[in-house]
């Protein structure tokens, strides 16, 4: 829909999509759920390869055409943060490769712009020690 406010993803990487807001969170079309998550909308639920999650109407999964960004990420296992002041929703690696990588005390791969605007992978620094300074002005 033209006119329609962005929505800010955080994930590996940062994404601007169209999308509303309803009620605080996140309403995106089905391909952007596909594109963002790896997860398909079918008859039968949310589908990955050959696993399928069944999805309830009282799930307040889907509103004007369009699918909770935030209902779907939690279905899937992974754990988000909403800013509807900032239109961001931030959402976490699944819980599976979260208690894997502690366990295995390795660190996920990401994306963010260097101070320079440059975006810099985690990885772009493998097998060298690595310390990362975060900053936010609250």
């Keep these: 829909m033209k006119g329609d406010p962005e929505i800010t993803i955080l994930t590996n990487s940062v994404t601007s999509i169209a999308g509303h807001w309803d009620e605080g969170d996140p309403f995106v079309d089905e391909a952007e759920i596909k594109a963002v998550l790896g997860w398909e909308i079918k008859p ?66 990401f994306v963010l712009p260097d101070i320079g605007g440059v975006d810099r992978a985690f990885s772009d620094w493998a097998g060298k020690k690595r310390l990362l300074v975060a900053f936010s002005s609250w």
């Excluded at 779907?72 to 819980?95: C, D, F, H, N, Y």
């Excluded at 208690?99 to 005390?105: C, E, T, V, Y």
Aim: with cysteine.
């Design 44 to 109: 039968e639920g949310l589908c990955k390869d050959d696993a399928c999650i069944p999805v309830h109407h009282e799930q307040s999964f889907k509103h004007q055409e369009r699918y909770n960004l935030h209902t779907v990420a939690r279905l899937t296992g992974r754990p988000t943060l909403i800013s509807q002041e900032l239109k961001t929703i931030t959402i976490g690696q699944p819980a599976g490769l979260r208690s894997s990588a502690l366990k295995d005390k390795i660190a996920p791969d």
